[in-house]
């Protein structure tokens, strides 16, 4: 088969690998779509401390069963499914106490285990395990299914900081999990929702499809005082920080209502990791700040079943599909802000 093997920063090759053997307790699946993410620009760029190389990159997976170990309950050979990317251990303390998104034990699709820029991939027995195998329905794509895993991400942070009815959201960063945001929120009864972004083409790009009450170029326009006036002189009752970014970090704090959540969704560069903050404004003002790092199987589950209500439209929001072969282009693609999701599938030929 062919793979997409990382084998360091700058260093991606499609290469043809022997087809991997399925144990008793695993499951083999032909992967049709992987979606790409800033993770794996990241990864692609810089490497990752969890990953350790050469490895089958790729943790926005779907695609169908084609192999099932004896072992193995509840799927079957065709089956058209969905992987979670971070995989729990279901033991320890976090996972236990319902917290499987924190588990200190977590391990990943991509970087303990071979990732979905691949045409084939075993599901390994930890996913398995902790139920972390989705059935994707008949009438979604595994295109959209392949996104199912970065909604599900959205999902844990919103769910952190209780997006609602009657909320007004600002999300600052407009990359593709900002346009997910957007139409969470939505989704969730939020009664305005606001995009925000420094990259006035890649605004652009993502309001063209999602439309949100406001976008905002942060390059040119001030955020803070299109905030006031648009929620009377209140301030978002949400802030989603959607960007790896210390100053969107900072300025949420500044502009969000009193008695307002801020969710730092966006993670920072790893030399540049500290912010100021002003402590007695979170303090007066009862602000909560959230962290969101990942999400559960559940999660998961829940993310596809929004997709496939259409309550959270995501075919809208893929803007290229390549063959494997063009891995580094949807990277490329990813990095330059030109796309907003792009899907590898492994089956296409280029």
């Keep these: 088969m062919k793979a997409a093997i990382y084998r360091g920063p700058e260093d991606l090759s499609v290469e043809t690998v022997a087809s991997p053997e399925v144990g008793p307790h695993e499951a083999k699946m032909r992967v049709h779509a992987c979606a790409t993410c800033g993770t794996d620009a990241k990864i692609f760029h810089h490497g990752h401390p969890r990953l350790e190389p050469p490895q089958i990159i790729g943790h926005e997976i779907a695609g169908e069963i084609i192999e099932v170990g004896d072992q193995v309950h509840g799927l079957a050979i065709g089956d058209r499914v969905q992987v979670i990317a971070a995989v729990p251990c279901g033991e320890c303390w976090a996972c236990k106490a319902g917290r499987m998104g924190i588990c200190i034990n977590q391990t990943s699709m991509g970087y303990q285990y071979p990732g979905g820029f691949a045409e084939e991939m075993i599901i390994p027995h930890e996913v ?146 500290m912010i100021s903050v002003d402590s007695n404004v979170v303090h007066y003002r009862e602000l909560i700040i959230a962290g969101a790092n990942g999400s559960s199987p559940a999660q998961n589950r829940e993310a ?32 330059s802000g030109e796309a907003i999701k792009v899907v590898i599938r492994p089956g296409d030929r280029s």
């Design 304 to 335: 596809l079943g929004l997709i496939a209500s259409g309550a959270v439209p995501v075919a809208d929001l893929i803007t290229h599909r390549l063959p494997l072969d063009q891995v580094r282009e949807a990277i490329a693609a990813v990095t």
């Design 128 to 273: 398995l395990t902790v139920d972390g195998v989705n059935h994707i329905p008949d009438h979604v794509s595994y295109d959209e299914a392949s996104v199912t895993e970065p909604l599900a991400c959205a999902l844990n942070a919103q769910s952190l900081v209780n997006v609602g009815p009657g909320d007004t959201v600002l999300v600052m960063g407009a990359g593709p999990i900002g346009c997910l945001h957007v139409r969470l929120a939505r989704a969730a009864g939020a009664a305005k929702v606001f995009l925000a972004d420094i990259n006035g083409g890649r605004l652009e790009l993502s309001q063209n499809v999602v439309h949100a009450d406001r976008a905002v170029d942060m390059s040119a326009e001030d955020l803070g005082q299109i905030m006031v006036d648009e929620t009377d002189g209140i301030g978002p009752s949400v802030i989603i920080t959607a960007a790896p970014s210390g100053a969107a970090q900072e300025q949420a704090l500044e502009i969000v209502a009193p008695g307002g959540r801020v969710s730092f969704f966006g993670g920072l560069p790893k030399d540049k990791p």
